[in-house]
């Protein structure tokens, strides 16, 4: 695992995009796969502002949507992705795919979602944030290591934190629809980003605890290849924190 600490969110949104922009230029990123949050929006403003040539092309696979919620409504993924993300990179909407949250036959629509994946080849390189009680996706506590893509139940803690972007907490729906742990853990490439203080915990849980179904992001720990970047207060709790720099620092002397 490679744990990139910058000074801030701006400077970790920086580095990321430089590593998107790279793969899509060596050609190593075709398909990309799409986290929604605030954690990933510097990468997505940094992109924006040096679009990278090629992007058009690009494939793009969500991880997460609301049961209920669709594209018109501006809560939904579908609208947050068209509109952070979509409008921004100028990437192609034809190839951009969120779960349906509306369809009348979850499950199967969970399904056709991972047949579309792997038609795509896969994801090359994934976008991650983590949640503060450690979800990926939305994947929440208790999530199975190996899950795909299904419908889930929200814990309260994840409807609060977002309950920000809604009217009131109420409206925050119970269900979501989320590629799996296990989806996740098939992209190539992981690329996680936290930011601010709220997220130490849950970094250092993700990073340095023990593998497994409580801390859903610690699967991570079993990808081979797994880019974290962080600002200072994110990394703030990490035992390894002052190795990572150093590592970073004498990246190139090799
Ligand atoms: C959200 C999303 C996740 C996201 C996480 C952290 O609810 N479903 O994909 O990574 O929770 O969100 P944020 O970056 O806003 O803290």
């Known amino acids: 695992m490679r744990v990139v600490i910058l000074p801030s969110a701006v400077d970790a949104?920086?580095?990321?995009?430089?590593?998107i922009r790279e793969g899509i230029a060596d050609g190593s990123v075709d398909v990309v796969g799409l986290s929604t949050g605030s954690s990933p929006l510097p990468v997505y403003r940094a992109l924006a502002s040096e679009p990278a040539p090629?992007?058009?092309a690009v494939s793009a696979f969500a991880l997460d949507e609301y049961v209920g919620l669709g594209p018109a409504d501006?809560?939904?993924y579908h609208a947050v992705v068209a509109q952070e993300i979509v409008g921004p990179l100028g990437l192609d909407p034809a190839r951009v795919h969120v779960p349906d949250g509306l369809a009348e036959n979850l499950?199967?629509?969970?399904?056709?979602?991972?047949?579309?994946?792997?038609?795509a080849g896969g994801v090359d390189l994934q976008i991650l944030g983590v949640g503060r009680n450690g979800h990926v996706g939305f994947n929440e506590p208790g999530s199975s290591l190996a899950s795909r893509t299904r419908v889930v139940t929200l814990a309260a803690s994840t409807r609060q934190d977002n309950a920000r972007f809604f009217k009131s907490l109420d409206d925050v729906p119970v269900h979501?629809?989320?590629?799996g742990v296990g989806t996740i853990l098939e992209a190539r490439r992981l690329l996680l980003i936290a930011t601010g203080r709220t997220k130490a915990k849950a970094v250092a849980g993700t990073l340095e605890g023990p593998v497994g179904s409580m801390c859903p992001g610690s699967a991570v720990q079993l990808h081979p290849d797994v880019t974290v970047v962080l600002d200072e207060d994110a990394a703030s709790e990490l035992t390894l924190h002052d190795y990572h720099r150093f590592v970073f620092e004498n990246a190139s002397r090799r």
């Open 13 to 19: 949104g920086l580095y990321a995009a430089g590593l």
């Open 176 to 179: 979501a629809l989320t590629q």
């Open 54 to 56: 090629g992007i058009n």
């Open 107 to 119: 499950p199967q629509a969970c399904l056709q979602y991972e047949k579309a994946i792997a038609t």
């Open 74 to 76: 501006p809560h939904s």
